[in-house]
């Protein structure tokens, strides 16, 4: 591999010295960062010159938060984000259908409907699937991944009858005023059945999860992550990496609730890359989705009777031993915590762990997604050392549902950037791919502009810098995963994971950061993805 010399560009460190004029990379790690002078003069006669043209040169992009093996899964399954009417999710299940020649008895799987979009925001139920197929069992995935809704033939596989119970932390959806399953399954209950679906053949999830590497090289990302592995996920994992077929950094984090062996038999990965994949702790799940109205709240959803909540998956008891788990074995924990109330559970959870003999208070742990948490709750964080990971997309995807169903005040409280920066709380910012497009600089627009769909500011005074917003992917990113001395900034002896931009995030228009292009992304010096 030639040296690179790169120059005649914006080049954006994410060190106290912002902008730099030129950098040099040798044998794929930066080797020199100054002005053009200095680095020139270390360069040989093999070094390759690479003039930006006033093109942006940036630290590649970290994903603090998604699930690649799931995004691979989607790639084989009926796209259904955006569709706005049941006929139209009826419709693109028929084609399917048709243009792959389902056998019957095969199943038909869709992913990414929203009933948020829907008329009366009502999931569809196992009537409209009926009018698909009888003879094809059908699953389809709500954006959340949190629900979904099948046919009658797959609510006789899966043995769901009128004397089936609601698992704890889920529920059956009923036909009115009985106890019919109506198809719609929800939290513990979609994620519980959904497993007995017959899977493909390894080879073929592999080379599906293979693919979705590229997705996210396309948004300037070079690490990635599989916020949920079980037996599955660690199979697939475990053969891209022995296979060598992992272009990316795939941090992995083992169920805790019923994976927790993964860590003890793959010794080899933990908390170190091999051949690109490592294993970088546990994940746990506390509650649902806001818009799904699952997430577990202090007070209750506006659009609800009865003063409706959500609800917890654990009891207090059972958090508490999940997470003592976590810090007496010395490894991170990712939580995923939408509503407050979980927030106050996790919180509430590390703060008497962390107080008992030869607890660890160094392990970073995570507060996925965050979405309604509380400015206390930041306070909280900050004692012990807790990162919050936002989905500040939700202020555009679903802001207007939220606006609905908490009220403004709330809703513009949501993923609280500003105050987040303020309190001195270091923070990241995903997608959790594939509930959305693993899109970067659209997350970047969203934390800067905090814009809903329908065009409402929601929560102006929680907007960021470019600067911040952009921190959140890289070198706070890199800290979250304990890689902040070889990833996440233009320094000299880290890696050169480095994408190039067509404009400058700091210098444009904030309303038109969304529409810049990713042209090259680059990992270790070697370009993976070009425009």
């Known amino acids: 591999m030639k040296n690179q010399l790169y120059y005649n560009g914006d080049i954006i460190t994410m060190e106290k010295d912002t902008y730099v004029e030129a950098i040099l990379v040798k044998n794929g790690i930066i080797s020199k960062v100054g002005n053009y002078n200095d680095v020139i003069t270390l360069s040989d006669a093999d070094t390759e010159l690479i003039d930006l043209n006033g093109k942006t040169l940036l630290p590649a992009f970290i994903d603090p938060h998604s699930h690649i093996t799931a995004l691979g899964s989607t790639l084989c399954l009926v796209p259904l984000s955006g569709a706005a009417s049941y006929d139209e999710i009826a419709q693109r299940l028929r084609d399917f259908k048709e243009k792959n020649n389902i056998l019957p008895g095969?199943?038909?799987?869709?992913?990414?409907?929203?009933?948020?979009?829907?008329?009366?925001?009502?999931?569809?139920?196992?009537?409209?699937?009926?009018?698909?197929?009888?003879?094809?069992?059908?699953?389809?995935?709500?954006?959340?991944?949190?629900?979904?809704?099948?046919?009658?033939?797959?609510?006789?596989?899966?043995?769901?009858?009128?004397?089936?119970?609601?698992?704890?932390?889920?529920?059956?959806?009923?036909?009115?005023?009985?106890?019919?399953p109506n198809g719609y399954l929800e939290e513990k209950a979609f994620m519980n059945y959904a497993q007995k679906i017959p899977q493909k053949s390894l080879q073929e999830v592999c080379q599906y999860t293979a693919s979705a590497q590229d997705i996210y090289l396309k948004y300037g990302i070079t690490t990635v992550q599989d916020g949920m592995v079980k037996n599955a996920e660690m199979a697939q994992l475990k053969y891209l990496a022995e296979n060598h077929m992992l272009k990316l950094d795939i941090v992995g984090y083992v169920d805790i609730k019923d994976s927790r062996n993964l860590l003890e038999e793959n010794n080899e990965y933990v908390k170190k890359y091999k051949n690109n994949f490592k294993i970088g702790g546990y994940k746990m799940f506390l509650d649902g989705s806001p818009q799904g109205k699952t997430a577990w709240l202090t007070k209750p959803y506006l659009t609800s009777e009865d003063g409706y909540r959500g609800y917890p998956i654990y009891t207090d008891d059972a958090a508490y031993e999940l997470v003592e788990t976590a810090v007496k074995s010395n490894v991170q924990l990712l939580t995923h915590c939408n509503g407050d109330a979980a927030a106050d559970q996790l919180i509430n959870c590390f703060k008497k762990v962390l107080t008992t003999p030869n607890a660890n208070d160094n392990t970073r742990p995570v507060m996925i997604h965050a979405q309604t948490v509380r400015y206390d709750q930041i306070d909280a964080m900050k004692e012990i050392k807790m990162i919050p990971s936002y989905f500040v997309a939700h202020t555009y995807f679903w802001g207007d549902v939220h606006i609905e169903n908490l009220g403004m005040e709330r809703a513009a409280k949501i993923s609280p950037l500003k105050t987040t920066i303020e309190k001195g709380v270091p923070f990241t910012l995903h997608q959790d791919s594939p509930v959305i497009m693993p899109?970067?600089?659209?997350?970047?627009?969203?934390?800067?502009?905090?814009?809903?769909?329908?065009?409402?500011?929601?929560?102006?005074?929680?907007?960021?810098?470019?600067?911040?917003?952009?921190?959140?992917?890289?070198?706070?990113?890199?800290?979250?995963?304990?890689?902040?001395?070889?990833?996440?900034?233009?320094?000299?002896?880290?890696?050169?994971?480095?994408?190039?931009?067509?404009?400058?995030?700091?210098?444009?228009?904030?309303?038109?950061?969304?529409?810049?292009?990713?042209?090259n992304t680059i990992k270790r010096g070697e370009i993976l993805y070009s425009i």
Not at 157 to 172: H, M, N, Q, V, Y
Not at 469 to 490: H, M, P, R, V, W
Request: one cysteine or more; hydrophobic letters at 40%; aromatic letters at 6%.
């Open 106 to 180: 095969q199943w038909i799987m869709g992913f990414g409907y929203d009933n948020n979009i829907l008329p009366n925001a009502t999931h569809p139920t196992k009537e409209l699937l009926d009018m698909v197929s009888t003879e094809n069992p059908i699953l389809i995935t709500h954006a959340s991944g949190h629900m979904g809704v099948v046919n009658s033939l797959a609510l006789k596989e899966f043995g769901l009858t009128e004397a089936s119970k609601d698992p704890e932390g889920g529920r059956i959806g009923r036909v009115s005023n009985t106890n019919e």
């Open 439 to 519: 899109d970067m600089l659209l997350t970047v627009w969203c934390a800067v502009n905090r814009i809903t769909k329908n065009g409402v500011s929601i929560g102006s005074f929680e907007q960021i810098s470019p600067l911040e917003a952009l921190k959140g992917i890289t070198i706070n990113a890199a800290y979250q995963y304990f890689e902040e001395d070889t990833k996440g900034s233009i320094k000299e002896g880290k890696y050169a994971d480095l994408v190039i931009l067509d404009k400058n995030p700091l210098k444009v228009d904030p309303m038109t950061i969304k529409d810049i292009k990713v042209l």
